[in-house]
Nanobody
Framework: QVQLVESGGGLVQPGGSLRLSCEAS????????MGWYRQAVGQQRELVAR???????VYADSPKGRFTISRDNGKNTAYLQMNNVKSEDTGVYYC?????????WGKGTLVTVSS
């Protein structure tokens, strides 16, 4: 089993920055991908960014150029640095981990972009 715990969400003004963290624990070894997804009210969950074990990132179009995903394999932790946030970035951000043909989700952390 794998457990994911997100942190770092909160209220931020438009144009501001926020850093999310996701710490994974449990049966984690070998190659695994980590990612961030978000879900706004009334909308489906969508990919924000994901990163391979080797550190190669993939971004959705909306956050590209503003968000940076990274990971520390020694700490089993992924990060999402959010810069120049916009109101449309508001939502619950979920951490995702894919390993050995299974995937796991965290409980989410709320990000609210508002003045």
């Amino acid at each position: 089993q794998v457990q994911l715990v997100e942190s770092g969400g909160g209220l931020v003004q438009p144009g501001g920055s926020l850093r999310l963290s996701c710490e994974a624990s449990g049966s984690i070894f070998g190659i695994y991908e980590m990612g961030w997804y978000r879900q706004a009210v009334g909308q489906q969950r969508e990919l924000v960014a994901r990163i391979s074990s080797g550190g190669s990132p993939v971004y959705a179009d909306s956050p590209k150029g503003r968000f940076t995903i990274s990971r520390d394999n020694g700490k089993n932790t992924a990060y999402l640095q959010m810069n120049n946030v916009k109101s449309e970035d508001t939502g619950v951000y979920y951490c995702n981990l894919k390993i050995r043909a299974r995937e796991y989700w965290g409980k989410g952390t709320l990000v609210t972009v508002s003045s």
